[in-house]
């Protein structure tokens, strides 16, 4: 341990007001920065409801539809890659398509993953 530390542990005087400040600094700065970390989860938080609330309207409206109103059947084939080699094999849903105002919805029928 330095001279230094060890005269000022075994001194009776107290800390300078300089090194106060210091420290309320540092502080106030660590509280600041855990603040805008808060606030930024409760932001991407919030997105991420609106957008699932939005998936699941769209996925309702597409189930409640009536069956003339379907376009079609298909597969859906999902390939996992690592660093460009598939490591899992090729994997296919059944999808069904339906259509509206120029879009195109798809999802999978229910019970139907591998």
Do not use: C
């Not at 376009?71 to 890659?81: C, I, N, R, S």
């Not at 490591?87 to 398509?97: D, I, L």
């Amino acid at each position: 341990m330095s001279r230094r530390v060890r005269d000022k542990l075994a001194s009776n005087r107290g800390e300078s007001l300089v090194e106060i400040l210091v420290s309320v600094v540092i502080t106030g700065l660590a509280m600041l920065m855990l603040s805008a970390v808060i606030a930024r989860a409760y932001s991407v938080d919030h997105q991420t409801r609106a957008r699932s609330e939005g998936l699941y309207e769209a996925i309702s409206r597409a189930e409640a539809r009536a069956p003339e109103e379907k376009l079609g059947e298909g597969k859906l084939t999902v390939t996992f890659e690592r660093a460009g080699e598939a490591y899992y094999p090729k994997v296919e849903w059944p999808v069904s398509f339906y259509g509206q105002e120029g879009l195109v919805y798809s999802y999978g029928e229910r019970g139907t993953l591998p």
